[in-house]
């Protein structure tokens, strides 16, 4: 019975077995992962763009093909401009102000032809008119500082060697102001640039070729808020007796140790001649030479500027008291000279009365 049981077993199992090898399936490794049950209908469809930030970290980023640039109040801007405009920047607003059509930048040329353009500067600030790719040329009393906005380089090139500026506009722009701080005496002198292009500008070029700029003194400058009833001699009169000795002492200061272009003339005050002959004993106690090398008048007032020079082989502390004459007041440019032969064995005395040298003495 057990042996019938068994056969019956081995038989049931040997027919079953086809259908077994029916079901089973060859391992594909190289193929694709199935999907599990369920899932497939929850994956994004093929076609749909996915976000992975590019959008946002490209917004600001042209196209590609795109030109460069910007368009703001239906105007086109050169590309320089474009961004400048959306940060707020000084130099590169007011281009983007005075651009009413895309401007690209123009071709730099050399310095404008034309005659030379002169100007004094009595606080008004001084005005540079600029045409769009031409240099121009700016010149100053003395060596200066530029203080300007820190995005000028995009709308102009802007230059400082030896008291002279070398201005050229990339772009056009509306007045942008600088200022130029003279490096001996740290006067500080306004510029509001100005630039057209050439089209615009037309037969009458906006730059009319070097600017020259010089400076009037502050105490010579008038008071606006004074005012005269006419202007006869007796303003003139009037002037002239303004001026003092300090004045008087500056201004032949100025002519001895300033630069030419920097020793201007000052209202109310002119050159005396003098005879330029050694005076000895000027300095009682002292072994030194005074020549006189300059004489001026202004009102009711004489100067005379008098060369000092050590004759002795020790420095010297120069004494004004005891100077022979009669004189209002006396300044010496250097209160020690050195020894004789020496860099600084010189210096200038300036020497202040009411009337000529000769008659002070």
């Not at 009169?237 to 201007?264: G, I, K, W």
């Not at 209160?335 to 008659?359: K, N, W």
Request: proline share 8%; with cysteine.
């Amino acid at each position: 019975m057990q042996l019938r049981t068994t056969l019956a077993s081995s038989l049931a199992l040997l027919i079953a077995l086809p259908a077994l090898g029916q079901q089973v399936e060859p391992l594909n490794i190289a193929g694709a992962r199935p999907e599990p049950a369920g899932q497939a209908e929850a994956a994004a469809p093929a076609n749909e763009s996915i976000d992975l930030g590019q959008a946002s970290a490209s917004a600001g980023a042209p196209a590609a093909g795109a030109r460069a640039g910007g368009t703001i109040a239906g105007m086109s801007l050169p590309a320089p401009l474009a961004a400048a405009v959306a940060r707020g920047s000084i130099a590169r607003t007011a281009a983007a102000q005075a651009t009413l059509r895309r401007v690209g930048p123009a071709p730099l040329a050399g310095p404008s032809a034309g005659p030379a353009e002169r100007t004094v500067f009595a606080r008004e600030p001084v005005r540079v008119n600029l045409t769009v790719g031409q240099e121009r040329l700016v010149t100053l009393p003395a060596d200066a500082l530029l203080h300007a906005p820190s995005d000028i380089a995009h709308v102009a090139r802007l230059e400082s060697i030896g008291g002279t500026l070398y201005v050229t506009a990339l772009v056009p722009f509306t007045p942008i102001r600088i200022i130029a701080e003279l490096v001996d005496s740290g006067q500080q002198i306004p510029l509001d640039l100005v630039a057209e292009s050439a089209e615009k500008a037309g037969k009458a070029p906006a730059a009319k070729g070097e600017l020259q700029v010089s400076v009037v003194e502050p105490s010579t400058v008038p008071n606006p808020s004074q005012r005269t009833g006419d202007a006869s001699a007796g303003g003139t009169a009037a002037e002239s007796a303004a001026v003092d000795m300090v004045q008087l002492t500056r201004h032949a200061a100025r002519q001895l140790y300033a630069p030419r272009r920097l020793a201007n003339a000052t209202p109310g005050v002119t050159h005396v001649a003098v005879p330029e002959q050694p005076v000895p004993a000027l300095l009682r106690g002292a072994h030194v030479e005074a020549v006189p090398v300059g004489q001026w008048k202004g009102g009711a007032l004489y100067v005379t500027a008098v060369r000092v020079t050590n004759k002795s082989r020790y420095a010297l502390e120069l004494p004004l008291e005891s100077l022979r004459g009669r004189w209002i007041s006396a300044t010496a440019q250097h209160g020690r000279i050195g020894p004789a032969g020496s860099d600084t064995d010189t210096t200038a005395v300036y020497l202040v009365c009411e009337r000529s040298f000769e008659s002070c003495l």
